[in-house]
């Protein structure tokens, strides 16, 4: 532990109070740090089959934990982790959605109110006070955290995946992620083909690319929007502005649809931000009444913690400059025109030329409505987002139109990202921890992490102890099968 962690814990130990941060650290950890034989609130005994898995966005703490609580079976669902217990009532989580699916308080302090703890669904949470249940005292468990070490280096972050991962080497290992990766292609090519046989193809891909820009968080704010502002409507709104105000006029229409434009301006705004929001809500406004617009309420943006440079605000105005520039011959030719072999680098080269900057935007250089005015200006959208666009949309429209060679020869070269907080967690438990993602790995690799993810972690209800994981990578043969069997093979449909 370094000389900081060790100070902290000293004054932890000598009475300070304990952070949050070191309680939910106790949790995760409890296999170091918690007795075997916990006991709820009420004096019943609760097995943890699993913590749940350490939550880095907005929401609880822990997801998808696994509890079994005596005569009352087996309980799944999420973990929210305090101080005191009468946190969960002063943070308002009973009213707030994004705490409906908690099934599990965990608090270190308990003030000994009566009142009943229940869910915004209204469902029973169980509760758990950490005080007397760990296997030292709270002052010394506390000092032997060092909290930079959560949630990926940490021992509880590690899964009985890694030493089948590990066995056969970096390679084989690679491959067998690269194959994965190719199972979420065809998943993702399939969901392309039914929304384009729903909407029509171009309102696929239009969806498709807001919803990339989303993340986890806002993926569902960004779907809403391609349903208020259909690519028809915002086709029709650029074809009928100059062609010089087309970028602008798009720009708005998505703003103001999205409900992210202020009804009035603040008093701290210069003078640029003024003039901006004076010109996008005109505009808004305009279009509004000619074609009979609504808005989502802003309200849905709120609360996901992000980087100021990913605002949603940033994101619809760089994608803004790719709509513009698909005005005439439409998303799907103009994206794909002189991409019809499958080399990633002429794909690469074509998105960089219609994301690049356009005629100038006021989100050039701010984050938010008002902000500071950046030193300089910061790409709206950068290289490693535009290969998620390729990844996440492209390939597999280009796959669900029978071009599945091309889509899997761009695949495989696609070079890879930085990785996000699902990567991180899958690469913890099949390397170790505090091991890097390694780039030669490729983008294939990373979305078979995504993949498995999604198949196997978020869907185990056993603490890992019956995920049929270990076991696949074990079986995974070399040789034997093709690529696409493969593929199929991961996700169990043999």
């Known amino acids: 532990m370094s000389t900081r962690a060790s ?15 070191y309680v939910r650290c106790l949790w995760y950890d409890q296999r170091h740090f918690l007795k075997k034989g916990v006991r709820s609130r009420d004096g019943g005994h609760i097995r943890i089959v699993s913590p749940g898995t350490w939550n880095t966005g907005r929401g609880p703490d822990f997801l998808g934990g696994v509890f079994r609580l005596g005569r009352r079976g087996t309980v799944c669902g999420d973990v929210e982790v305090h101080r005191r217990r009468h946190d969960w009532q002063s943070h308002a989580h009973r009213r707030d959605p994004a705490f409906g699916g908690v099934r599990l308080h965990v608090f270190l302090l308990d003030d000994r109110n009566g009142d009943r703890c229940t869910n915004y669904s209204g469902g029973p949470v169980t509760e758990i006070c950490l005080r007397g249940q760990t296997r030292r005292g709270i002052g010394n468990a506390a000092r032997a955290i060092d909290p930079r070490r959560y949630p990926y280096h940490a021992g509880g972050a590690r899964g009985r995946c890694g030493a089948a991962a590990r066995s056969g080497g970096g390679e084989r290992l690679a491959r067998f992620l690269r194959s994965a990766g190719k199972a979420r292609l065809h998943e993702k090519a399939v969901c392309a083909g039914a929304l384009a046989c729903r909407h029509g193809g171009e309102q696929a891909l239009y969806r ?125 030719r103009e994206m794909m025109s002189g991409c019809a072999g499958g080399d990633s680098r002429v794909l690469e080269t074509r998105m960089e030329d219609l994301l690049s900057d356009g005629s100038g935007s006021y989100w050039d250089a701010r984050c938010a409505w008002g902000g500071v005015k950046l030193r300089s200006s910061l790409s709206l959208i950068g290289r490693e987002h535009r290969i998620k666009i390729i990844a996440n ?18 695949f495989g070269v696609l070079p890879a990202v930085e990785p996000d907080s699902r990567v991180k967690t899958m690469i913890t438990r099949l390397v170790g921890g505090g091991a890097p993602f390694p780039r030669r790995w490729g983008m294939a690799a990373q979305q078979g992490m995504l993949h498995l993810h999604r198949h196997f972690c978020a869907k185990d209800k056993t603490g890992c102890l019956r995920c049929p994981l270990p076991e696949l990578i074990a079986r995974f043969p070399l040789d034997s099968l093709t690529d696409d069997i493969q593929a199929l093979y991961i996700t169990g449909r043999k």
């Open 208 to 332: 498709l690319i807001l919803e990339t820009l989303g993340y986890s968080a806002r993926k569902g704010a960004f779907i809403r929007l391609a349903r208020c502002l259909p690519w028809k409507t915002l086709r029709l709104i650029a074809r009928q502005a100059p062609e010089r105000q087309r970028q602008a006029a798009i720009e708005a229409a998505l703003l103001g649809a999205a409900g992210l434009i202020p009804a009035t301006t603040s008093q701290g705004w210069d003078a640029d931000s003024v003039r901006a929001w004076r010109r996008t809500a005109r505009t808004w406004e305009a279009l509004k009444i000619a074609h009979g617009l609504d808005e989502l309420p802003p309200g849905i943006w709120h609360g996901a913690a992000q980087r100021p440079a990913n605002s949603p605000p940033r994101r619809i105005a760089g994608i803004s400059v790719l709509f513009a520039r698909c005005v005439a011959k439409g998303l799907w």
């Open 393 to 410: 949309v492209l390939l597999p429209v280009l796959c669900s139109k029978g071009r599945r060679d091309a889509a899997h020869a761009i």
């Open 7 to 21: 100070l902290a814990g000293e004054r932890l130990l000598h009475g300070a109070i304990i952070p949050e941060k």
